[in-house]
Structures are given as structure tokens and as C-alpha cells.
């Protein structure tokens, strides 16, 4: 899979590509490439985004820094998807993740403090997703979570045997994850549930299943 992620912050991924899964599937499953928009900008000292038409707070990314930045990277518009990561986007699901994780290629747009002018979503974007009805400083935190969601899904991201009942699993019937406990087994007399203790893998499977959340 290739992923491009178009940044003000390239440097911020540093540290995620570093970690797993990220780090065990690039080079490998996955193609990661980021693009600043300082690089490409037709502003002039850098300059990418603006104060909003009609005042606020914040500043807004603008649209022909993006369109810039996208046509430099692909010398037209994409063919593949464009995602703009925005408060007001679908909401970010597992389901959305593996819809994402299907893509051959992908693109990725962060924004800045208050967002993208709405051209960006409305014209150079093919999909808006968000992580959360919130506002970040740093538009490079979605971004980030999603390239480690999707990250995931790849083929040898997880090692093996720990994807079984994992919180991408169709098993758990949507929902995220099952209780976990570990060592000791009674800690100030809170119990560790007797199946998981049994070594009876087929019991256990079914507890997983009847307590997923």
C-alpha cells in the first residue's frame, strides 16, 4: 500500500515510524511518503494558511496551497482517494479503517488549527474523516492515527496468533475489544474469570465473544 501524507509537520512522524506496527510493515507492505506544504506553497516565506473570510479565531489552510502541493505530488489531480482529515468528516470506525486498509493507494491531508477552507474538502478531497468532534492544534495527530489503524491491517504488521480475536476481528461482531487480565490471578481478592484459567481454548473463545464492548 501506498499512503501519502500531505504535512506542515513532516518531522512529527518520525517518532511513529519508529514504532510497531508502523515500523514492522514500512518499506514492505507499506509505502509511507510525506509531503509539506511549505515545500510547494505559492506564498510567499512559507506562508499556508490565512484568517478566515468574515473574522474568527484560528487560521485556516488555504486552497490553492493544497491544490499546489497535490499537483506537484501527482502533476494533476489524484486518482486514488483523498482524504481530508476534518472535525466535521464520517467518524472514524473500525469499519472505516478497513475500508482505508483496501486502498492500493491513499491520501492523506492534515490541516491547521481551525481547519481547511472548505474548498479543500469540497473540490480537491473525495472523502472527510474525523477521529473525533473536537478541534486539534496539530492536524498531524489524525493523520497519525490513522496511518498506525491502517498500519495494522497489513499483512505481517502483527505477529502471529495475535490478530485472533483482535479488535479488528469480524468474530467480535463490531464491537472493539473483550476484557483483558493477566498475573496474578486474585489481587486484593479481585478474581481472574475461572474459564480463562481453564486452558479450555474453545470456552474461552466463547467468553470472548459474549463479553466483547
Known sequence: MRLDVFTLVPHAFAWLT????VATVLGGELELRL???RETTPL????VDDEPYGGGAGMVLRVDVVAAALEAAYGGPPENRVVALSPQGRQLTQAVV???AGEQRLTLLSAR???FDERIVEHLATDAISIGPYVLSNGDLPAMVVVDAIAR??????SAGS???????DELGGGLEYPHYTRPAEFRGWQVPEVLLSGDHARIESWRK???R
Not at 18 to 21: C, I
Not at 153 to 158: D, F, H, I, K, Q
Not at 163 to 169: K, V
Request: net charge negative; proline share 6%.
Open 98 to 100: 478497513e475500508e482505508l
Open 44 to 47: 510567499r516565506n512559507g506562508q
Open 163 to 169: 490478530g485472533e480475536l483482535e479488535s479488528f476481528s
Open 153 to 158: 491491517r497489513l499483512p505481517g504488521a502483527l
Open 210 to 212: 459474549e463479553h466483547v
Open 113 to 115: 488549527f481551525e481547519g
Open 18 to 21: 519508529e514504532q510497531r506496527p
Open 35 to 37: 509531503f509539506s506544504y
